[in-house]
């Protein structure tokens, strides 16, 4: 079971990407659904998160407001929409499934604990 992903690429500053992630092997639905990123250099990041309960949303403050999580149940497929890209948006994106915890938000859980991975698209975001 994972994740396959698409929709990275090239792109100037101030334009946008969508990202895909199509889930292969179970059904993401019963899921919560995260987006993270990896950067040259740096450690892997949490950029936002659904929960299956509510479809409730959380986003890093460096990427609020420009980007937006979003599921297809029908599909078995999530997005990220993203918009208004910077530089330091210049990252690989992984889209990653977690086992939905009674009572607990997805914001409040580790990478560690997340299920399934996709394979991870790269975002470069040059001039």
């Known amino acids: 079971s994972q994740f396959v992903e698409s929709g990275g690429g090239l792109v100037q500053p101030g334009g946008s990407l969508r990202l895909s992630c199509r889930a292969s092997?179970?059904?993401?639905?019963?899921?919560?659904l995260g987006w993270f990123r990896q950067a040259p250099g740096k450690e892997r990041e949490g950029a936002s998160c659904i929960n299956s309960s509510d479809n409730s949303t959380y986003y890093a403050d460096s990427v609020k407001g420009r980007f937006t999580i979003s599921r297809d149940s029908a599909k078995n497929m999530m997005y990220l929409q993203m918009s208004s890209l910077k530089p330091e948006d210049t990252a690989v994106y992984y889209c990653a499934a977690l086992t939905p915890l009674y009572g607990t938000k997805c914001s409040q859980r580790e990478m560690s604990e997340y299920d399934y991975w996709g394979q991870g698209t790269q975002v470069t975001v040059s001039s």
């Open positions: 092997g179970f059904t993401s639905d019963y899921y919560d």
